[in-house]
């Protein structure tokens, strides 16, 4: 039986050996959340987080009275799911454990030292900072395994945080407990029947059972080993239903409970990939990165996914479950999970199973060296082999990644560093049937661009992603603003406009995230359609760019089908309000108008439009390529009718008749061309495709300048 308890928390005086302020402790939390509720600090107005920077380096502690019953015979064990990052556990004044890493669960058998009314503590220790010189301040993060995200990011403030982050609590344990139990699968060939074997720790006898999803017995007895028949696989969602068999493990005494989804997961090289097969093998060529589910190779269409709240603790099931039915909505069907933000709670990776959205889970490096000194490798093994252990039972989970951006200049990590050496090796140990990625990029891959202009180039996103031919695009982005409401809970009102670099437009990423202007764009906006009138005319046409880039982009890298099969957005959600941002929802969960571009852009079957560029003027040669998109399990066929519309006159272009596309396959139709007449007043002007087949219609919102 479990118990929960009642916690306080202050700043630990090591000097004096004491606290001499306690405040109310959240668990699952984080104690700089409880600290600033305390103090009253509102974190999320103007620059007032730096607040919290002033106890960055502190000892925090928790504090509990042990209230628990324990029968005649039972075990107690104080249970810690996850404690972040550096820390001590003290019963009664006696330290029992200390441990660093924040994803390796504490189980203290403390049976003969504790009794009702004992005083646990939790010494929370300073957050790890390497010494000496470093560039940029996540590099203080490149000898642990915290993640780094929060000592600072282009749209995460630095933030240091910690505490009892996952459930702790007090857990009575009878003989017939079972301490680990776990389901592995094989599939035959033919993926029709799946031999099932159960790994379980138990001192007494245990009955196994499987239901399907209508709860009927596929099987039930004491044989750990068994056959199911005729299995339903799991899919991702747009491939199939994300089957679920339920299964159970049950003692005199416990009962533990799970899921099974039964499918196949490999990584096959793109068309034209494979190096020179004429001559000598070849060590170098683009990575493997088509995702073939169950023998069939699908795009994977998504976004990167980063943690959806400032403090990690208090992410709840119900705010994972809205940000991932969005995504299921938006016809995506896999998410990143970037390394700098580490690993989710265990809610997240249920839910991922549950709507059939697959997991590119990377571990906690990011865009740093992380050299393999024997104290982080040690940790770095520890922890890793948790994680690995903890997450391999979900379908969900589709790829290993050693981290991001490992090997770039900034990072200066290449194949043979030895934390990533380490983390293939443990990889292929403990679940070696699915594929791992050293770093994102590899070779072949592309990251960028991330503003609707290319700063070098001159180029728009159209240009850009037209004349790209990369296997995968697993990070781009096109920024906007976030809308007037959300800017006027985090920027003092005297400051919102006319919009310049203060404190508080800098803190929340408007300015000075990774240059001056390049996420909110201002000069971009004045030189497309002159200076802003009010904050609210420079948010529609920031938005509405944002919609319009990302659309390009998505229906673009799907063009480019099979060459290229994977797109994944930077990034999906954000843990506060930023100023500026590439995000498809706004802190907490506000749609951008380009999560609904996006969503329209990543339908199964879709009509598009490869339009050159996005900004056209009196007599150029309008001209548009017509596509049908197709990731269906399905042919289809449609008429598509293409027209302009420009200062409210409609301009017909033509119509191409499609002929069949087969399932998972692309088709290049007809290029129709325009004159573009006077325009009388820059703005935007809206290409229309209009099918004979409901739901597939497209428009595309474009500049005509006068």
Same mark, same amino acid.
């Given at each position: ?36 509720? *305390? ?5 999320? &107005?103007?620059?007032?987080?730096? !607040? =919290? @920077?002033?106890? $960055?380096?502190? %000892? ?116 017939? *407990? ?5 389901? &592995?699968?094989?599939?035959?060939? !033919? =993926? @029709?029947?799946? $031999?099932?074997? %159960? ?508």
């Amino acid at each position: 039986m479990k118990f929960n308890q009642k916690w306080l928390a202050g700043i630990y005086d090591s000097d004096k050996g004491e606290a001499p302020e306690l405040f109310a402790a959240s668990v699952p939390g984080n104690v700089q959340k409880d600290y600033a509720d *305390y103090k009253g600090i509102d974190i999320m &107005f103007s620059d007032n987080v730096e !607040a =919290l @920077e002033a106890v $960055e380096d502190v %000892f925090w502690i928790y504090k509990t009275k042990l209230d628990f019953k324990a029968e005649s015979g039972d075990s107690v064990f104080f249970v810690a799911e996850g404690i972040d990052y550096i820390f001590d556990i003290i019963l009664d004044g006696k330290k029992l454990h200390s441990q660093e890493g924040m994803y390796t669960k504490v189980e203290l058998d403390i049976t003969e030292k504790a009794k009702p009314g004992s005083e646990l503590s939790v010494l929370i220790h300073p957050h790890p900072k390497r010494s000496g010189y470093h560039e940029t301040p996540r590099q203080e993060a490149d000898q642990s395994c915290k993640p780094p995200v929060s000592y600072g990011w282009d749209w995460n403030p630095r933030l240091l945080i910690s505490g009892i982050w996952k459930p702790a609590y007090i857990e009575t344990r009878k003989r017939g *407990y079972i301490s680990s139990c776990e389901p &592995f699968y094989t599939l035959d060939s !033919a =993926l @029709e029947n799946a $031999e099932v074997r %159960f790994e379980t720790v138990c001192d007494e006898k245990v009955i196994y059972a499987l239901f399907d999803s209508d709860g009927n017995v596929v099987y039930s007895g004491e044989s750990p080993e068994f056959t199911v028949n005729e299995v339903k696989l799991w899919w991702c969602s747009g491939q199939g239903e994300p089957y679920l068999y339920k299964w159970t493990a049950e003692s005199p005494a416990d009962k533990k409970e799970g899921v099974i989804g039964f499918r196949t997961i490999k990584l096959v090289r793109n068309p034209g990939t494979g190096g020179d097969p004429a001559g000598y093998p070849m060590s170098r060529y683009a990575a493997p990165v088509t995702i073939k589910l169950n023998g069939r190779r699908i795009f994977a269409k998504g976004s990167n996914w980063v943690n959806p709240e400032l403090f990690f603790g208090v992410i709840t099931e119900e705010r994972y479950e809205e940000l991932i039915k969005a995504a299921v909505d938006a016809n995506m069907n896999i998410f990143r999970l970037w390394g700098g933000a580490g690993i989710q709670k265990d809610e997240f990776y249920d839910i991922c199973d549950r709507l059939g959205i697959m997991v590119w889970q990377e571990f906690m490096l990011a865009c740093n060296n992380y050299v393999a000194n024997p104290h982080y490798m040690e940790t770095l093994e520890r922890e890793a082999t948790s994680i690995i252990i903890h997450l391999r039972r979900h379908p969900s989970l589709v790829i290993w990644c050693g981290g991001n951006e490992l090997f770039n200049s900034w990072s200066g990590m290449d194949d043979q560093s030895r934390a990533l050496r380490l983390l293939n090796k443990l990889c292929f140990e403990l679940d070696y049937e699915r594929p791992f990625f050293q770093t994102s990029p590899l070779t072949g891959m592309a990251h960028g661009g991330y503003t609707f202009f290319d700063k070098n180039t001159g180029e728009d996103v159209f240009g850009v992603f037209q004349n790209r031919r990369n296997t995968a695009y697993t990070e781009f982005g096109v920024p906007s603003a976030a809308g007037v409401n959300e800017l006027k809970k985090i920027i003092p009102e005297n400051e919102l406009f006319p919009i310049t670099k203060t404190k508080s437009w800098e803190k929340h990423h408007g300015f000075s995230a990774w240059g001056y202007d390049t996420w909110l764009c201002l000069e971009t906006d004045r030189k497309l359609f002159g200076e802003p009138e009010s904050l609210r005319q420079f948010v529609d046409r920031s938005q509405r760019m944002q919609a319009t880039g990302y659309k390009e982009i998505f229906e673009e890298t799907r063009r480019q089908w099979t060459g290229c099969s994977m797109a994944i957005n930077w990034c999906w959600c954000e843990p506060w309000i930023t100023a500026a941002n590439n995000s498809l929802v706004c802190y907490p969960m506000v749609l951008k108008p380009a999560y609904y571009a996006v969503k329209e852009s990543l339908r199964p079957v879709a009509a598009s439009a490869r339009v050159p560029k996005f900004d056209w003027t009196e007599g150029e040669l309008f001209s548009c390529e017509l596509w049908l998109l197709n990731d269906s399990n399905e042919p289809v066929s449609d008429t598509i009718r293409a027209s302009l519309i420009i200062g409210g006159c409609e301009y017909e272009l033509g119509e191409w008749k499609t002929g069949k596309a087969e399932p998972r396959t692309n088709i290049k139709g007809t290029v129709l061309e325009f004159k573009m007449p006077k325009i009388e007043k820059t703005g935007f002007m809206t290409l229309k495709l209009i099918t004979e087949t409901p739901g597939r219609s497209s428009e595309y919102e474009l500049l005509c300048r006068a």
